[in-house]
């Protein structure tokens, strides 16, 4: 079975602290990873993805399969990171769902 | 581009009451997702369209959810009759293509959701 876990359904820190939101996964392939973000009075949208291993907006994340992890990171929070973070994940065989986690909400006070 | 379009917003109901959400993609999006968001949890796929044809309903609740995709375009998702656990946000989602491994046309985006309220 897929199953997508946030620990956290909350993490508070200071602007300027590192973060780092945890998710890890189970699947019995090799999936797809991705961390989708919902600000306040938006949509749900894409963050970044682990294939692109790219940084978007100073977070960076990075597949680890003997863990089973994808922890969403950043070195110095700001206060506009303020939002709901979901971790999902996609199996990369024919057509598959988005599987999603319960989301972390990451609260960042000045 | 256009986003997508999702109607109502919000929607109040009496349990055993029926109610359709509509959802319009992104023009040339091929492929249309429904979600289904309780409070405090993640989305949950409820059905996926590729065009007009159904590739996943394997958590659609069959008895009283349903959805089209007529003509390959918008959707509707109806319930009846309506639960009160079926309280939730409804997300429509569409992306260009399911498309093979390694290929990324999948992002897929997201509407503003329907806030469903049963009572």
């Known amino acids: 079975a897929q199953r997508v876990t946030q620990p956290e359904k909350l993490l508070s820190v200071f602007k300027g602290a590192p973060v780092e939101l945890k998710c890890n996964y189970s699947?019995?392939?090799?999936?797809?990873l991705f961390w989708y973000v919902q600000y306040s009075r938006q949509r749900l949208q894409l963050l970044l993805r682990?294939?692109s291993r790219e940084s978007i907006k100073g977070f960076t994340a990075d597949l680890n399969k003997g863990e089973t992890s994808f922890h969403l990171k950043k070195p110095f929070a700001q206060e506009e990171d303020s939002a709901m973070y979901y971790c999902?994940?996609?199996?990369?065989?024919?057509?598959?769902?988005?599987?999603f986690g319960t989301g972390t909400r990451l609260l960042v006070s000045p | 581009e256009a986003g997508v379009a999702q109607s109502p917003r919000y929607k109040i109901i009496e349990k055993r009451q029926s109610v359709a959400f509509w959802c319009n993609p992104i023009s040339g999006h091929a492929t249309l997702y429904w979600y289904q968001q309780i409070l405090g949890q993640g989305p949950k796929l409820l059905i996926q369209f590729q065009n007009n044809g159904v590739v996943d309903d394997s958590q659609l609740p069959k008895d009283r959810f349903s959805a089209e995709r007529l003509k390959g375009v918008d959707s509707t998702l109806k319930i009846q009759p309506a639960k009160l656990e079926d309280s939730a946000v409804y997300l429509c989602?569409?992306?260009?293509?399911?498309?093979?491994?390694?290929?990324?046309?999948?992002?897929?985006?997201f509407g503003p959701g329907t806030r469903l309220t049963v009572t």
């Open positions: 999902a994940l996609r199996p990369l065989s024919g057509f598959q769902k988005l599987v």
């Open positions: 682990h294939i």
């Open positions: 989602a569409s992306s260009s293509s399911t498309g093979t491994s390694g290929i990324y046309p999948y992002e897929q985006y």
């Open positions: 699947y019995s392939g090799s999936p797809e």
